[in-house]
């Protein structure tokens, strides 16, 4: 069963970090653009980060210089580094899979989902 787990999420202080990860498995995804997007309550989802599988990575301008996105081919893991959390940063994350390196912003465009994990930022 081809999957994406998507752990560490949580509620934490404004200011503060978190990591999240996403566990990948039933097929090889070392040759996916691996992306993040988040979902806030009564708002469309929306792109975050993503990298592609050469290591070529996007950032959406409200995240940049706060959060970074990895992975680890090798055991099938990509990761979210957020520092600096804000308030607005609160909503649901999801880890996604996609072939191709073009049209990452495009939720549509990812074939394979996580369920999500919860971030809350507090004020």
């Known amino acids: 069963q081809v999957q994406l787990v998507e752990s560490g999420g949580g509620l934490v202080e404004a200011g503060g970090s978190l990591r999240l990860s996403c566990a990948a498995s039933?097929?090889?995804?070392?040759?996916?653009?691996m992306g993040w997007f988040r979902q806030a309550p009564g708002k469309a989802r929306e792109f975050v980060a993503t990298m592609t599988w050469f290591d070529v990575i996007h950032y959406a301008d409200s995240v940049k210089g706060r959060f970074t996105i990895s992975r680890d081919k090798a055991k099938g893991m990509v990761y979210l580094q957020m520092n600096n959390l804000k308030p607005e940063d609160t909503g649901v994350y999801y880890c996604?899979?996609?072939?191709?390196?073009?049209?990452?912003?495009?939720?549509?465009?990812?074939?394979?989902w996580g369920q999500g994990t919860q971030v809350t930022v507090s004020s």
């Open positions: 996604a899979a996609k072939s191709g390196p073009t049209e990452y912003l495009v939720p549509t465009y990812y074939n394979t």
């Open positions: 039933g097929r090889t995804f070392s040759r996916d653009t």
